[in-house]
């Protein structure tokens, strides 16, 4: 059996710095969505992935998929947002076993109203950070990263195309 050499100092540095960055971000999103309009950051993403769907609608399997969450977390999820008017549920058209969700349109209307806080505290945090040579380093860095954890590319970010997206020298003007 092979042992596995010790992170070298460059590498836990690293390590440590992105486990941190993981940790202190999600708090951030949800402290600044909770006190905006009164959602966590991962109903924001679910509510934003039914968003940009085909007709605001999707399987929940395949909002499972994009948001990595379980189908029970995800359930939980869209009953709380469903009790507030977020979102519905029904059986899907073509597999009568499978459910769909669709974005209401206060779903909508919430979305609308979270996304220049939102904005602004990812800009404020992280983005505003880093140079534009960095945030391209980022891009690439979160890309290799996430090429090894959904190499199926079932996440949204994953499925992100950089040639699609501005420059960051132009997105930071």
């Not at 309009?37 to 924001?44: G, M, P, Q």
């Not at 950070?129 to 199926?152: C, F, M, V």
């Not at 970010?157 to 699609?164: E, I, K, M, V, W």
Request: proline share 7%; aromatic share 2%.
């Amino acid at each position: 059996m092979t042992s596995t050499p010790p992170f070298s100092p460059a590498e836990a540095t690293a390590w440590a710095r992105l486990v941190a960055v993981s940790e202190l971000l999600p708090t951030m999103l949800d402290a600044q969505l909770l006190r905006d309009v009164e959602l966590t950051h991962f109903e924001y993403l679910v509510l934003s992935v039914l968003a940009a769907s085909p007709d605001q609608t999707s399987r929940m399997t395949r909002v499972a998929s994009q948001t990595n969450a379980t189908l029970p977390r995800l359930s939980h999820v869209a009953r709380r947002l469903e009790e507030k008017g977020l979102l519905e549920r029904f059986p899907c058209p073509q597999d009568k076993r499978a459910t769909n969700a669709r974005i209401t349109s206060e779903g909508l209307a919430v979305l609308d109203r979270a996304a220049p806080g939102h904005v602004a505290t990812v800009r404020s945090n992280v983005l505003d950070a880093l140079e534009p040579g960095e945030l391209d380093q980022l891009a690439a860095i979160t890309a290799s990263i996430l090429a090894r954890l959904d190499p199926e590319g079932r996440l949204s970010a994953t499925q992100c195309d950089s040639a699609t997206t501005e420059p960051a020298a132009s997105a930071r003007s």
